[in-house]
């Protein structure tokens, strides 16, 4: 988006003490409490956020595992591959594979390690986010049975299947995600025009001041820990949880607490945005450094340049209180820690300010429209079909896949 801009060149060294245990983003005690929610985004939009991420780089993930890529885009990719005729290890027949001997109803398809089943390895290193891409997995196959009632013959079921679902996921993106990240006025804008800065065309992935840096908003959305259901909890990027294989019955994820469902009561919220991130998060093998040193290594631009080059008015290192950091002439603020930064300092952290906006609303809407299979682009006046009058959100589609049961257990 900004290959233009000369890059932030801090240093590893400089930004490991930025992403250290003890540094300017450690999270301090006084920003602990109900005073830092952000009741406007449930926690779950956290965990969705991180699922877009991945969708978004999944075509780089594939080449470099050795798997025939895709071009980048917003359509579950990390979800089904390369589809059943390529990929048939993912899929029962026109159903993607879900379920353990253990737990058949609420958990992924595993090995007889406990890994995950799925073409996306990133999605099943965590216990949450692998409930997320599970509810996926099973509208997937809720929506394969309403079409196999329908009368669509068996050939025609996972292709009609996925469009369906993926339809719905960019629809939600486009009118529930975005719009709490950067306001309802600027994602209507950018639906109607377009984004302002889109990628190249000679760019063969998503542009990397989303992959590895505005994408990564989330990670400041996450306190220490949260309940997955009435009785359990969960310790978001606790290594005790990461890569934790199957998931016990018990550990289910109760969907009322991280989205507004219906007939339910409040979400847990998200934490406001901002540069104050949870223990776990920092330190060398955390990934806050991992996040700073990859964006040094795609050479990103400061948050200043972006700033400039979108006409906002810049903020400096000390506003920011980074004042140790090396001045504007060794390359100003890194991106990321810009982009939590301004969302605290300009918005009070209830939504992305003006660089973080800028660079997922137009990555995402522009993933979407340059997908040649999206809706937009196959029918624009498309409406979906779960949910409320021609609209839908999460809810609608988590409601759907509750309801699912693998067909061996109805």
Not at 51 to 61: G, K, M
Request: aromatic share 8%; glycine share 10%.
């Amino acid at each position: 988006m900004f290959r233009d801009l000369p890059p932030c060149t801090l240093g590893p060294a400089a930004l490991r003490s930025l992403g250290a245990a003890d540094g300017p983003l450690a999270m301090p005690r006084a920003s602990v409490g109900p005073a830092r929610d952000n009741e406007a985004i449930p926690i779950g939009f956290a965990v969705l956020a991180r699922l877009v991420e991945h969708d978004a780089s999944y075509a780089a993930v594939a080449v470099e595992h050795g798997r025939r890529g895709t071009a980048p885009r917003l359509a579950l990719d990390c979800v089904y591959g390369d589809g059943p005729a390529a990929a048939p290890c993912f899929y029962d027949g026109p159903r993607l594979l879900m379920g353990t001997a253990r737990n058949p109803a609420a958990d992924l398809a595993r090995n007889r390690k406990g890994a995950a089943l799925i073409p996306d390895p990133r999605n099943g290193a965590d216990r949450l986010l692998a409930q997320l891409h599970l509810a996926f997995v099973k509208f997937h196959n809720v929506v394969v049975d309403d079409l196999a009632a329908s009368g669509v013959p068996p050939d025609r079921l996972f292709t009609r299947a996925a469009r369906q679902v993926r339809w719905h996921y960019q629809w939600l993106l486009l009118h529930e995600f975005l719009p709490l990240l950067i306001g309802h006025d600027h994602a209507d804008r950018l639906c109607r025009q377009g984004p302002a800065f889109p990628r190249r065309d000679d760019d063969p992935g998503p542009p990397a001041e989303f992959a590895v840096a505005a994408g990564r908003f989330h990670l400041s959305q996450f306190g220490d820990d949260l309940k997955l259901n009435a009785t359990a909890s969960h310790r978001p990027f606790d290594r005790r949880h990461e890569g934790a294989g199957a998931i016990a019955p018990d550990a289910r994820a109760d969907w009322r607490y991280f989205f507004e469902m219906p007939r339910a009561g409040r979400p847990q919220p998200s934490r406001r945005l901002g540069g104050h991130l949870c223990a776990r998060l920092l330190g060398d093998a955390g990934p806050a450094v991992e996040t700073l040193l990859t964006g040094d290594a795609c050479r990103l631009p400061s948050g200043q340049a972006v700033a400039a080059a979108i006409g906002a008015t810049p903020l400096t290192n000390r506003d920011l209180g980074f004042a140790d950091l090396p001045g504007p002439a060794a390359g100003g603020t890194p991106l990321w820690p810009y982009i939590l930064k301004e969302a605290g300092m300009t918005r009070d952290g209830a939504r992305l300010g003006p660089v973080g906006a800028a660079i997922v609303g137009d990555a995402i809407v522009d993933l979407i429209r340059r997908d040649p299979a999206s809706y937009l682009n196959q029918e624009p006046r498309w409406q979906p079909a779960y949910g409320i009058m021609g609209s839908c959100r999460i809810a609608d589609l988590l409601v759907a896949s509750d309801y699912y049961t693998p067909p061996d257990l109805a």
